[in-house]
């Protein structure tokens, strides 16, 4: 109902009768629209938790972090929802709509991604790709970078602005962060200090 109508208008009633459920019997297991809406995105994160992993196991050291990051991408590409999920988090006045037990969901997935990212940064620095930064820093500047990168399009989109594929947006962004991290922009910056 979400994919179809859009968040605003899904509404319970909709979605309990598209589920073959009473209302009554959603409201046992969430405790608003906003509530169900965020547990969406709980499947997703175990999903980018188990890809995750299997990137720092296939992929070479130094496509690890653009491995990644493509996983990501492509959801945001597949899924509109998702990431106007993730912006509905950002709304201050949502937390008191969400069950505790959301919350933590989502938190530990957020995490649990960021952990992926960074580990991914640590690899390369460890293979001396990157020069030695604070890993776990930057794959929340990156996570930023990619939210950010995806209001962006949406805006574009929405105001008929012009655009460009999210692929080549968000491509971009990455590559100004692997760039910040080689060990010659290190050597640069010391030289110019």
Request: hydrophobic letters at 50%; one cysteine or more; charged letters at 25%.
């Amino acid at each position: 109902m979400f994919a179809e109508k859009g968040y605003a208008g899904a509404s319970i009633e909709l979605i309990a009768r598209a589920a073959q459920l009473s209302v009554g019997a959603i409201y046992l297991y969430f405790r608003s629209k906003e509530d169900l809406y965020v547990s969406l995105v709980e499947d997703t994160m175990t999903v980018f938790d188990v890809e995750m992993g299997r990137v720092r196991e296939d992929v070479e050291v130094s496509g690890r972090l653009h491995a990644t990051w493509d996983l990501l991408v492509k959801w945001a590409e597949r899924d509109a929802e998702g990431p106007r999920i993730l912006r509905l988090l950002a709304q201050p006045a949502i937390r008191p709509q969400l069950s505790d037990e959301v919350v933590a969901a989502v938190q530990t997935g957020i995490s649990r991604i960021q952990d992926h990212m960074g580990a991914c940064v640590a690899d390369g620095i460890h293979a001396g790709l990157y020069r030695q930064v604070n890993a776990r820093e930057i794959a929340d500047l990156a996570w930023s970078v990619l939210l950010g990168s995806l209001d962006a399009a949406e805006m574009h989109a929405s105001l008929a602005l012009p655009t460009e594929p999210l692929a080549t947006r968000t491509d971009r962004a990455l590559a100004l962060i692997e760039s910040a991290l080689a060990p010659q922009v290190a050597a640069t910056l010391r030289a110019v200090a």
